[in-house]
């Protein structure tokens, strides 16, 4: 019994009692330490040239860091696939047949995980078209914050209260993306509005003298200070400097409270809204005034009763 079962062919004439010999054993532990070898050297090999492919993005202000690591890890998984191909060439299995059930699985999990794969190929766009780059200040979806990472799923943002936001990809290049980090220079703007009875050219020499005062602001292009509107109660100036984008929210708001307080200091007259009220007393309306917080002059007629 023993015997016949020992001697029955398994495949390729070989039988179970060929398999346990010792000289099978042998070949199979050769096998397995030959593929254990394989394997170590492309992983070793894989990671080393990702890595270096990822240190050539830091040796230089333009080339994208996001990009080389991207390609280095892509380098590295190459290796390995190839170093698990040459393991099965070494156990017999022929490779075409796998790469097709491969292929024909890859095809049954796409149809299965479109989403994700979606957000794969806007993560693929965005690290190879650059809209973004890690550092920018940008506006996503609706969401602004500071670029940490950008993955082949997601990118990370971290809100100006350093708050973690995940995007997923697909959402980030199929929406507008306002970029604040590109260019070196931007442009503050800026209304202040002046009573009617103000000197405009003394009101115009105060708000430009305070802000050009200021080390970041530009000269060139030259700034723009000119009236662009009379409102109900106040001419308003419509101001536009340049600075460094680096320098831009501080700048802004700094000079908003700057002018303010040097327009009080040269005793310009800031605009509060007025109402006049009409008051019949008798035959003789009398008027009087005083601030509200309307923002129109209304003209109220009212009858009032002696008593």
Not at 47 to 61: E, F, Y
Not at 152 to 166: H, K
Not at 205 to 219: G, N, P, Y
Not at 268 to 289: A, K, L, Q, Y
Request: hydrophobic letters at 45%; one cysteine or more.
């Amino acid at each position: 019994m023993i015997d016949t079962i020992l001697n029955t062919p398994l495949m390729n004439g070989t039988s179970l009692g060929d398999l346990l010999s010792l000289e099978f054993l042998i070949a199979l532990l050769g096998d397995v330490l030959t593929a254990i070898v394989i394997l170590i050297i492309g992983y070793l090999l894989g990671g080393w040239a990702g890595r270096r492919i990822r240190s050539i993005g830091t040796k230089g202000k333009h080339l994208d860091e996001t990009l080389f690591n991207f390609l280095g890890n892509i380098v590295r998984y190459v290796f390995i696939g190839f170093s698990f191909l040459f393991v099965l060439n070494t156990f017999g299995v022929q490779t075409t047949s796998v790469v097709a059930v491969i292929g024909a699985a890859g095809l049954a999990i796409g149809l299965a995980l479109q989403g994700t794969l979606s957000n794969v190929a806007a993560g693929v766009m965005i690290i190879f078209f650059r809209p973004i780059k890690n550092g920018d200040f940008v506006e996503i979806s609706g969401q602004m914050g500071t670029v940490k990472d950008i993955s082949l799923n997601f990118t990370e943002l971290a809100s100006i209260g350093n708050v973690q936001i995940i995007i997923p990809n697909s959402q980030v290049w199929g929406n507008t993306i306002v970029n604040y980090s590109v260019y070196e220079t931007r442009r503050a703007e800026w209304t202040f509005g002046v009573g009617y009875g103000a000197n405009l050219a003394q009101a115009e020499k105060v708000i430009r003298d305070t802000i050009m005062a200021d080390e970041r602001s530009m000269s060139e292009p030259e700034p723009f200070i000119q009236i662009n509107n009379l409102g109900d109660s106040s001419c308003d100036f419509l101001v536009r400097v340049w600075c460094n984008s680096a320098d831009y929210f501080g700048y802004q708001a700094d000079m908003k409270r700057r002018v303010k307080e040097e327009l009080d200091r040269n005793g310009v007259p800031i605009p509060f809204p007025t109402r006049t009220v009409w008051m019949n007393e008798g035959d003789s309306p009398t008027p009087h005034h005083g601030l509200t917080s309307s923002s129109d002059e209304d003209v109220v007629k009212a009858d009032s009763e002696l008593t």
